[in-house]
């Protein structure tokens, strides 16, 4: 069982930044890979960024050189810095966890950024 706890989210203007952060249970060495996915209403929920087990990571091509996925073992914490915000990227962001071949979500943290 792995429990996932989102935040930093909020409200900013475009241009500005945010670093969203995401409490793992247990060890996120251990996870297979973590990701950021972010969903609007009416729409399916989308990936944005990976980061596997060994460190590698990667980035959806509507957010690479704004945003970066990063994460702490020591801490067991997830972090997407976000820098460069458009009014597209409000959302709510999730973060994933695969463990064994099983998937865990957060709750969400919402990141509306205005015009």
């Known amino acids: 069982q792995v429990q996932l706890v989102e935040s930093g989210g909020g409200m900013v203007q475009a241009g500005g930044s945010l670093n969203l952060s995401c409490a793992a249970s247990g060890s996120i060495g251990s996870l297979d890979a973590m990701r950021w996915y972010r969903q609007v209403p009416g729409k399916q929920r989308e990936l944005v960024a990976r980061?596997?087990?060994?460190?590698?990571?990667y980035h959806v091509d509507s957010v690479k050189g704004r945003f970066t996925i990063s994460g702490d073992d020591s801490k067991n914490t997830l972090y997407l810095l976000m820098n460069s915000l458009k009014p597209e990227d409000t959302a709510v962001y999730y973060c994933?966890?695969?463990?064994?071949?099983?998937?865990?979500w957060g709750q969400g943290t919402q990141v509306t950024v205005s015009s």
């Open positions: 994933h966890a695969l463990l064994l071949g099983r998937g865990y």
């Open positions: 980061r596997t087990r060994g460190g590698g990571t």
